[in-house]
């Protein structure tokens, strides 16, 4: 896909002294009505689900990820940029989780995240949870990020969101402590259908309403549009 122009998202102190964790991952004070109403949860599961054999097509084109995690009453959220699709059927996630960071505590005592796609709309909110950790402030409360609850999982699922993918870990302790990589399994995935459907995507032509790609710095690149090759001739 074609990227649309860059854009930059400014954090205070994002640059510097924020350690390891932030390399590997990168709130806003944006309030919960900033949302359209067509993004808020509703009381019954507010979104479709996405055929699991299809759910790599959410995260194929790379971009960044909002994780989201939970245990013991505790959630928080981070942003991260390493994650890639593994396998068809069943279908897994891979991604890097930093091992100084709350969201490994949570993942490696629930076994379990969910990855939210987030749009450029959300790219300040992106940053900022990528750039405090969860151990000094409630990131959902500073950012006004608003949840509802996955289908299968414990950790939220962040409303406003193009697509959500429950994931569930398979335990592979070399890889965890030596490399902070995980494997999961896609158990759910859902996407809004203004933006994701038939195992397609077909973005609103609204630019807020795009996926994002975070290069370093607060830039980001918006996913810009698709364009299909022959592989005849």
Sequence with gaps: MRNLPGIRVSAKGLDGARGKAAGKTFHS???ADSFPAAAMPSAMFPYPAVELA???RLLNHGPTVLVTSAHGGVSNVMAASWSMPLDFNPPKVLLVIDRTALTRELVDASGEFALNLPTRAQ???TLAVGSDSGREHDKFAETGLVTFPAQQISAPLIAGCLGW???RVIPEPHNQEKYDLFIAEVVAAWADPAAFSAGRWHFPADPAQRSIHYLAGGA???TGEAFEVSAEG
Aim: proline share 0%; glycine share 0%; net charge neutral.
């Design 165 to 167: 993918l429950e994931c």
């Design 54 to 56: 299809k759910s790599y």
């Design 220 to 222: 980001f690149f918006a």
């Design 123 to 125: 790219a300040q909110q």
């Design 29 to 31: 004070n944006m309030a």
